[in-house]
């Protein structure tokens, strides 16, 4: 159980375009999700978090016009990257839990590997 | 705020034999979560061990143990009989359970590459 499906797993687009990328619980509600940067061999940077029908937090540093996010429903996030450039080429990683307690565990998607030509 | 820090980049390790993975961090909340999580070369992140900070007994799952010390705010992991299949990078990781800015958050180390020789 708690399975968390990420898609697409891999994207190449031009600079300039706008790139969704879909996070979805398939076995669960979530309530809370979150979204992770990741670059080669490096460690997961969290970007922002997301509750079901609030607006996103997003952590400092984090252009929240470049990255938007949207959590409509319990079982969908989604991020939009905005006007890609290929400084945003990276792999996104989201993960999920059932309620925004601490105790909750995460459930990590298998993450989406994008890159901006 | 919370940091999590691995002062390993890589390690390696004998098949069947036993390593240790460091990680400290700091914090000044009294209650929280601490992790390792497992990212092969598939990306996929995968919990290892989970530890409660409230909690004084080590965590262990199977040959996959930790070694908790509150106090110096360490929190190894070791892998016992290791195998071909545990080759990975290892990450840390913090979750503050005290409310605030930081509460749920998951922050994590810079990782370890693990090596496992046949």
């Known amino acids: 159980g708690a399975v968390v499906s990420q898609h697409p797993s891999r994207v190449i687009c031009k600079s300039g375009t706008s790139v969704k990328i879909e996070c979805r619980s398939l076995d669960f509600q979530a309530t809370t999700m979150f979204w992770y940067r990741q670059f080669p061999k490096q460690s997961l940077m969290l970007m922002a978090t997301?509750?079901?029908?609030?607006?996103?937090?997003?952590e400092q540093g984090v252009e929240k016009d470049k990255f938007l996010i949207n959590h409509a429903s319990l079982t969908l996030s989604t991020l939009t990257v905005t006007s890609a450039h290929p400084e945003d080429s990276s792999f996104y990683i989201c993960s999920a839990q059932r309620t925004v307690q601490s105790n909750q565990p995460q459930h990590f998607g298998d993450g989406t590997r994008l890159s901006i030509l | 705020a919370q940091t999590v820090t691995q002062s390993q980049p890589e390690m390696s390790v004998q098949e069947a034999e036993t390593v240790t993975l460091s990680c400290t961090y700091d914090?000044?909340?009294?209650?929280?979560?601490l992790f390792w999580y497992k990212q092969p070369p598939s990306r996929q992140m995968i919990l290892v061990i989970r530890?409660?900070?409230?909690?004084?007994q080590n965590a262990t799952e199977n040959r996959f143990s930790v070694n908790f010390q509150k106090a110096a705010k360490s929190f190894s992991l070791k892998i016992s009989d290791s195998q071909l299949g545990d080759a990975a990078m290892y990450f840390c990781a913090y979750r503050g359970n005290a409310g605030g800015t930081s509460y749920g958050k998951l922050t994590f180390g810079q990782g370890t590459i693990l090596t496992v020789h046949p």
């Open positions: 914090t000044s909340e009294s209650d929280y979560y």
């Open positions: 997301s509750n079901e029908g609030s607006k996103a937090t997003y």
């Open positions: 530890q409660e900070a409230y909690k004084q």
